[in-house]
């Protein structure tokens, strides 16, 4: 188990922004790609933004494009997921997931191990 810990959510009024972190432990962070997910209420876990385990190849969903980055720091085993002009659609549970290699794939399915989640709330 990769225990992964997500932190930085919280309630914003739309149009704010919220930069969340995903802490892993253990040695081999640099060797995967790491992804954020987020679930609504009452809907299917979605795929956000996904990132190469060196940083250098990003996927981000269409629907947060221009507005959510990904970005990681492989000395602090930290991903980050930056965002700006927040929606009340962005709001859901946000979760960090660990791919099971390099590549960042939008599938859930190229994922491991996952966070526990942190709420993000937007009000209009």
């Known amino acids: 188990q990769v225990p992964l810990a997500e932190s930085g959510g919280g309630s914003v009024q739309a149009g704010g922004s919220l930069r969340l972190s995903c802490a892993a432990s253990?040695?081999?962070?640099?060797?995967?790609?790491m992804g954020w997910f987020r679930q609504a209420p009452g809907k299917e876990r979605e795929f956000v933004a996904a990132i190469s385990n060196s940083g250098d190849r990003e996927r981000v969903a269409d629907s947060v494009k221009g507005r959510f980055t990904i970005s990681r720091d492989n000395a602090e085993d930290t991903v980050y997921l930056q965002m700006i002009n927040l929606k009340p659609e962005d709001t859901a549970v946000y979760y960090c997931a660990r791919g099971r290699g390099p590549d960042a794939f939008m599938s859930s399915w190229s994922y491991e191990y996952w966070g526990q989640g942190t709420q993000v709330t937007v009000s209009s």
């Open positions: 253990g040695s081999t962070f640099s060797y995967y790609a």
